[in-house]
Nanobody, 126 residues
């Protein structure tokens, strides 16, 4: 049973916007302090999109989305949102939420994440 619950995926025209959400409340006893989004496009490796240290910590973004995507935490909850604007067909991918604790290495290192969501499809039409 997936305990990272993702929502908000769908289809949009180029230039449009979508917001993804990820709830990790099932892991509230694990000390999660870092949550992130990764994505995998068809035929490509999974890549880091954005990450946030919870509780007012720093945020990080992949080069491809810098300036267009915003990751945020909802109040003090184990819930993060990924607001995606000015979407292009190159953003089409399955987006995965990930969470971990006590990681101080590079945020895009996938092996650092203990928990993963099932993925949500984002399709951007030209």
């Amino acid at each position: 049973t997936q305990k990272l619950v993702e929502s908000g995926g769908g289809s949009v025209q180029a230039g449009g916007s979508l917001t993804l959400s990820c709830v990790a409340s099932a892991y509230s006893d694990r000390g999660i302090d870092l949550m992130a989004w990764f994505r995998q496009a068809p035929g490509k490796a999974r890549e880091g999109v954005a990450a946030i240290y919870l509780g007012g910590g720093p945020t990080y973004y992949g080069n491809a989305v810098q300036g267009r995507f915003t990751i945020s935490q909802e109040n003090a909850e184990l819930t993060v949102h990924l607001e995606m604007t000015n979407l292009t067909p190159e953003d089409t991918a399955v987006y995965y939420c990930a969470a971990t604790m006590q990681w101080r290495g590079n945020w895009w290192q996938q092996y650092a994440y203990a928990y993963w969501g099932q993925g949500t499809q984002v399709t951007v039409a030209s």
